[in-house]
DNA sequence: CCTGGCAAG
DNA sequence: CTTGGCAGG
C-alpha cells in the first residue's frame, strides 16, 4: 500500500479499552488517518468474530490478533502493520501468560515489534501477585528477546500498556500513589532493571528528558482528563540502536472529551530510516 | 393534594423495567402528567437510596416501597397514593417470598390496592417450579384477602404483571407461545381459577370482550412493539363489586419507541365512585 | 466512570 | 434488546 519511498517509520501504541466501544467513537476514524507503519493495540477485549470485517481486516493493513483465550472480554492485544510480518509470535513462552492475550510480536525487516499489555495489578489482591509473576517472567523474556533479535541484526521495540509509571514526572499524583499499583517502588525497580540492566530505552523519555508526563492515560472516574491527571504507563522500549534513531515522539491526547475513544491516548514515534520491503 | 371532590377513582399500573433506567426516559413526566389516585409500579428494580428524591417521595404522593431484600437489583414494586393509606403491607404471609419484592398492599378508605409482580417463569427451569410455587401460595392469599376485604367492607383490586397471557386474544402469537412460559396451559387454567373458582374479575377485559388485546408489553427483542407483537400480562383483578363500577379502561401505548420508557405500558382504569377522606 | 460479561426478562 | 449487578481497570 505505499505509494511512496518512506525514509522513516513510525510506530503507535494504543489502548483501546474494548474495541468494540472504541470502534463506534472514533478509533475506526483515527486508524483511517494515523501515518503510522505499524500500530499495537492492547485491551482489545473482543474475539475476531465479534468485530465488524473492516475493524478485523482494514484494507492496507496485515493484522496479528491475539485475544484472551483464558477470560473472554479481557484483555488481548494486536498489531497492525503496513508490511507484510516475516514472522508472528503470540505470547513470550509462559505457560500461565501465553494464552491471556497479555503479548504479541512480528518480525519486520531489522525491526521486531512486540505489543504488550502488563497486568494493572491491585495492592493486597491476588491480581498483584498475578502482575509480579507475569513481571518475573516477562524480564527473562526482555533479555532473550534483545539478544535474539541481535543475532538476527534487528532492533526491537517493545510498544504497549506498562502499567507502571516509572518516575515521579510520569504521574501528576506521584505523592497520593506511592502506595497504589502502577507506581510502588518495587514496579518502578522493576522497570528501572528493564532501563538500566537489560539496557532497553525508553524512547519518549529519552526525547523529552526534562517535562511531566507527557501522560498517555487518564482515569474515566472524575475529571482526571480535564485536569491532566494523568499517568504515563503506555511505552515504546526500545533497543539502544533504534532509540537512537528516533527522531520525534508524541502522546496523541485529544482535544476533549466528546472525541476520546479510549481513556487511553496513543503514543505515537517516529524512528529514522524505513522499513525496506525484502 | 385534592383541590376538587372527586366522584370517580382511577388506578394505574406499570411494569417500570427498571426505576432508575425509566426516570431518566420518561416516567418522572408520566407520572407528572397522569390522573390516577392511585399508582401500582412492579420491576423497581432499586432501592430507596438508589433514587433521586423526588422519585422516591414525589411531592403530592404517599408511597410504600417494596423492594427486593433477597436479590439486589431485581424485582421491586411499589405503591403510589395521592391518599393517605390507612394500611401497608408487604408481602403476603410466604416465608419464600415476602421478602421478594413481589407484592405490597395499601388499604384506603373502601379500597384495598395491590400491586404484584408474578415470576416470569422459564420452562425447563427452576423459576418456572418457582412460578407455579408463586401461584400456588398465592391463590389462597386472593382468597383470603377477598374475604377479609368483604369483612371489612372493602373492595379490592390486585394490579399488576401476573406474566401470564389469558386466552389467545391476549396476545398476538397465541399460537406459537403455547409452550413458553406466560401462556402455558396450567398458567392459563390458573388464571381461570382466579376468575371462575375465586371470583375476581378481569377488569380491562370486562370493559373490552371482543378484542384483541388491549396488549401491555412487547419484548425489547425484534420489532415487537412496532407491529404490536405484544401480550396483555398486566391486569387490574378486582372483586366483583368493583368491577361493576369500572367506568372505563385503557393501555397508555406510547405512540412510538423513543417515548417509550418501558417494555411494558400503563394499564389504566377509572371507577365509579369516590375514595373519601374518612 | 467506563468496559464487556452475565442472569433475568 | 434492555435492565442492573459484577469484576476489572
Known amino acids: 500500500m505505499r505509494s511512496t519511498t518512506r525514509t522513516t517509520t513510525t510506530v503507535t501504541t494504543v489502548n483501546v479499552n474494548g474495541l468494540r466501544a472504541a470502534s463506534g467513537k472514533g ?10 507503519d505499524v500500530v499495537c493495540l492492547q485491551e482489545v477485549r473482543a474475539e475476531q468474530k465479534q468485530l465488524a470485517a473492516h475493524v478485523v481486516e482494514p484494507a492496507g493493513w496485515h493484522v496479528l490478533w491475539a485475544p484472551s483465550t483464558t477470560a473472554k472480554g ?3 492485544v494486536a498489531l497492525l502493520s503496513r508490511h507484510e510480518p516475516q514472522a508472528r509470535r503470540i505470547g513470550f513462552g509462559s505457560d500461565e501468560f501465553d494464552g491471556s492475550g497479555r503479548y504479541a510480536e512480528i518480525d519486520l525487516p531489522g525491526l521486531t515489534v512486540a505489543s504488550l499489555y502488563l497486568p494493572s495489578g491491585e495492592v493486597g489482591t491476588e491480581r498483584q501477585d498475578e502482575k509480579e509473576r507475569f513481571m518475573g517472567e516477562f524480564l527473562d523474556h526482555l533479555k532473550a528477546l534483545r ?3 541481535a543475532s538476527q541484526g534487528r532492533e526491537v521495540v517493545v510498544c504497549g500498556d506498562w502499567n507502571i509509571a516509572h518516575q515521579e514526572a510520569d504521574l501528576k499524583n506521584w505523592k497520593a500513589n506511592q502506595k497504589n499499583a ?3 517502588p518495587e514496579e518502578r525497580a522493576w522497570l528501572s532493571r528493564v532501563f538500566d540492566e537489560v ?7 529519552k526525547l523529552h528528558p526534562d517535562v511531566a508526563g507527557p501522560y498517555s492515560w487518564w482515569s474515566y472516574r472524575g475529571r ?5 491527571a494523568g499517568w504515563r504507563i503506555d511505552y515504546q522500549v526500545a533497543t ?5 534513531r528516533a527522531l520525534t515522539a508524541r502522546v ?6 466528546p472525541e476520546r475513544w479510549s481513556d487511553h491516548a496513543p503514543v505515537t514515534v517516529t524512528y529514522d530510516g524505513a522499513i525496506l520491503p525484502e
Chains 1, 2 share one sequence.
Open 199 to 205: 539496557g532497553y530505552v525508553d524512547t519518549v523519555r
Open 74 to 76: 479481557r484483555a488481548g
Open 182 to 184: 502502577g507506581f510502588l
Open 27 to 36: 478509533y475506526v476514524e483515527w486508524l483511517d488517518a494515523t501515518e503510522a
Open 147 to 149: 539478544e535474539r533479535a
Open 224 to 228: 482526571a482528563f480535564d485536569s491532566d
Open 252 to 257: 496523541e491526547r485529544a482535544a476533549s472529551h
Open 240 to 244: 539502544p540502536g533504534l532509540a537512537d
